[in-house]
């Protein structure tokens, strides 16, 4: 069905498509009978799925990375699609609108997409107002990926982490700290060694005020040398931070089938999708190696059970996906699903 349908969305941008798949998505659902068929078809759980990390109960290691619903709005949605676990976010203190339009960006001969989006969002109190609307118990987990507002100087950003980290605190599961999106000016620097520990330790000691210690996970660029990636571990271990999420979008724009002169028409933006699958893998096993016990999520060119199956075989203990949705579609989860029970 999606493969008849693709051709269709893909005569949108890729802003209006994500927003028209969104909108018709929950159209379905709010369908009865529609609603039922979806169910049926994109659903699959078995015992085997289930993970256990952090203290928390993931039904299943396949999830949604951050960016697909930055404020809250579509979780009842996508949790249709059977994800274990759904980032929300990245979120800020305050609404901002992003980077101008055009920001989406598909690129279809690499199955990849290049986004410049900005961390647009509608501030953290939409978000915490759209969590409050879910019910109690869920079939899920849900993540919140931080960050800072485009305005905040470098060295007033842990500020806008430990609002986010406050006001989020009672309605998500674990939190995601984003220091790698490339498309906010300067965001990246926040990865070197001093900056990372002053936001991580602001972090770690408002999380001593709450009975429920929140896991906090750091996200990083797959564009760090061995040496960065190195300060990072060691300083995850030397706060006791629970997880890396590895990675987020690249800069790297080597080895695309994509004409050099679309790319240059495209400009700055993170690329993801096909692309950086193997960079990322050699991220996450190269933290694996050095650091094993330390949990990754692993993210970046999962398309197909196939290449998921290889993210979990380079060390990650979590996988979520996002690009590769829009070239293989909703029945993406299920697929990995069904081929991990085997």
């Keep these: 069905m999606y493969s008849l349908l693709r051709p269709l969305l893909f005569r949108y941008s890729a802003e209006q498509a994500h927003h028209l798949t969104n909108r018709l998505f929950g159209f379905a659902q709010g369908v009865p009978i529609v609603s039922q068929l979806l169910n049926r078809s994109l659903r699959y759980s078995h015992p085997s799925l289930e993970r256990q990390l952090w203290g928390l109960t993931f039904p299943n290691p396949v999830g949604l990375a951050a960016g697909f619903d930055k404020d809250g709005k579509y979780i009842k949605t996508m949790s249709k699609l059977g994800f274990g676990f759904i980032e929300v976010g990245t979120v800020t203190p305050l609404a901002q609108a992003g980077n101008p339009q055009p920001r989406l960006f598909r690129l279809i001969p690499d199955r990849a997409v290049i986004n410049r989006m900005g961390f647009n969002n509608d501030g953290v109190d939409s978000l915490v107002a759209n969590l409050k609307k879910l019910p109690a118990k869920r079939d899920y987990i849900i993540g919140g990926n931080i960050g800072k507002n485009k305005v905040t100087p470098n060295a007033e950003a842990w500020r806008d982490y430990l609002i986010c980290f406050q006001k989020l605190y009672d309605y998500v599961d674990y939190f995601v700290v984003n220091l790698s999106s490339p498309n906010t000016p300067g965001l990246r620097e926040l990865q070197d060694k001093e900056p990372l520990r002053k936001i991580l330790s602001t972090l770690l000691t408002e999380r001593e005020q709450h009975e429920i210690q929140r896991p906090i996970l750091l996200k990083i ?122």
């Design 221 to 342: 660029a797959p564009d760090l040398t061995d040496g960065q990636i190195d300060d990072v571990v060691e300083i995850c271990e030397e706060l006791d931070i629970e997880g890396l999420i590895a990675t987020n979008t690249t800069i790297d724009r080597s080895g695309l089938s994509t004409s050099q002169e679309t790319i240059e028409t495209i400009g700055n933006g993170g690329l993801s999708g096909r692309p950086v699958y193997e960079r990322s893998n050699q991220v996450v096993r190269y933290i694996h190696d050095k650091a094993p016990d330390l949990p990754i999520i692993g993210v970046g060119g999962i398309e197909s059970p196939e290449t998921a199956q290889g993210k979990l075989n380079a060390g990650a203990s979590l996988i979520q996906v996002y690009s590769g949705m829009i070239y293989a579609g909703p029945y993406l989860v299920k697929q990995i699903k069904k081929a991990l029970v085997g």
